[in-house]
């Protein structure tokens, strides 16, 4: 049975500490103003908000993705149950998380923690965006695609490794869309480099192993002091637009790019970056303020919000009619 317990009148009011999980805020500072207590309030509402919404969506996500019974329905369900249940101590709370791609709640820790760790190197380069592309192709060839993007691009960073006039570093993100009008997949890299030299080399040597690839589709531009951010963005892509250009969500589609990426890397550094793992801890705790006041208490997941044996709920989210018509559609 829960241990409810209110908090004594005593305990209330007084001072609680401000600093946030790293992974959740990179960047804290110690509130004093009134009107600063009362922003970080409402920021810590939102985020728990933001958590409701991501934990919404995964759950309606990963049931039917699980509901294919293959052999990552295992791994679905973990999405599943992800935070399922959130611990309360005082303004302590703690959940347990499933860590896997499909999972906007874990995709969002991560983005955080990817941030924290690549920040102060990354910022010392002089940064250029480069995206990097191979024509479409079908589901059976994805994965094996994918490795070769890998083997041509370890070629590349090889080849300059003993150069002395232009050295590649940086950090390369893998990604992959799906094109529902054509039923096909577009694997992709996104790459921060090293000065303008090495981007527009690294771009060259590309298209020298990729001739086929159309040229208009690689890019390469210059990244604004801390724009990089932008690599960073964690979001499993699940909605892909049909002919009439309306966004849908295609579960088999899903399904084939997490199994193309099963065992792969999705960040990697080269040149000398030190490598940040995409690995998030399994149980982890963040102080938040602005919170129902209980010494201890278990939130249970139900449908859009956490809620309490007194049947309270924790963020008060509740999903737009959107929202919920496109996590309806079958597709």
């Known amino acids: 049975m829960m241990q409810i317990y209110k908090k004594n009148n005593e305990n209330k009011g007084k001072n ?44 309606k996500i990963s ?53 924290h760790g690549y920040n102060n190197e990354l910022d010392k380069l002089d940064g250029y965006f480069v995206t990097l592309t191979i024509p479409n192709v079908k589901e059976t060839e994805l994965r094996k695609s994918i490795e070769e993007m890998g083997v041509t691009f370890r ?14 570093k940086g950090l390369r993100k893998l990604e992959i869309t799906y094109n529902a009008i054509r039923n096909d997949y577009h694997p992709h890299y996104h ?25 208009v589709a690689q890019d390469m ?12 963005k964690y979001v499993t892509k699940v909605v892909a637009k049909d002919v009439n250009g309306n966004g849908k969500i295609y579960i088999h589609a899903i399904d084939t790019i997490v199994k193309a990426l099963r065992d792969k890397r ?21 102080e938040l303020q602005g919170v129902p006041e209980y010494d201890f208490m278990e939130w249970f997941w139900e449908e ?23 996590l309806l559609m079958k597709c």
Not at 310 to 315: D, I, Q, R
Request: charged share 30%; glycine share 4%; net charge positive.
């Open 155 to 168: 070629r590349i960073t090889n080849k300059y490794r003993n150069r002395r006039n232009v050295k590649l």
């Open 266 to 286: 999705t960040f990697q550094p080269f040149g000398g970056v030190k490598m940040i793992s995409e690995d998030i801890e399994e149980l982890q705790a963040e």
């Open 304 to 326: 859009q919000d956490w809620i309490n044996k007194y049947g309270e709920c924790l963020t008060g989210y509740e999903a737009s009619e959107e929202l919920k018509k496109l």
């Open 63 to 115: 049931i039917r993705l699980a509901e294919l019974r293959n052999d990552l329905e295992k791994y679905y369900r973990n999405a599943y149950y992800c935070a399922e249940i959130i611990t309360q101590q005082e303004n302590k709370f703690t959940a347990k998380y499933c860590n896997t791609r499909i999972c906007n709640v874990c995709n969002r820790i991560r983005t955080a923690k990817l941030i």
């Open 16 to 59: 609680k500490p401000h600093n946030l999980d790293t992974l959740a805020q990179l960047r804290t500072a110690p509130i004093h103003a009134p009107s600063e207590r009362a922003n970080l309030t409402i920021n810590h509402k939102a985020k728990l908000t933001k958590k409701a919404r991501s934990k919404y969506f995964t759950s």
């Open 221 to 232: 531009r210059k990244a604004e002091k801390g724009t990089y951010l932008e690599l960073f």
């Open 191 to 215: 790459l921060l480099v090293d000065g303008r030299a090495a981007a527009a080399s690294f771009l060259k040597e590309w298209l020298g192993y990729y001739p086929e690839a159309v040229s």
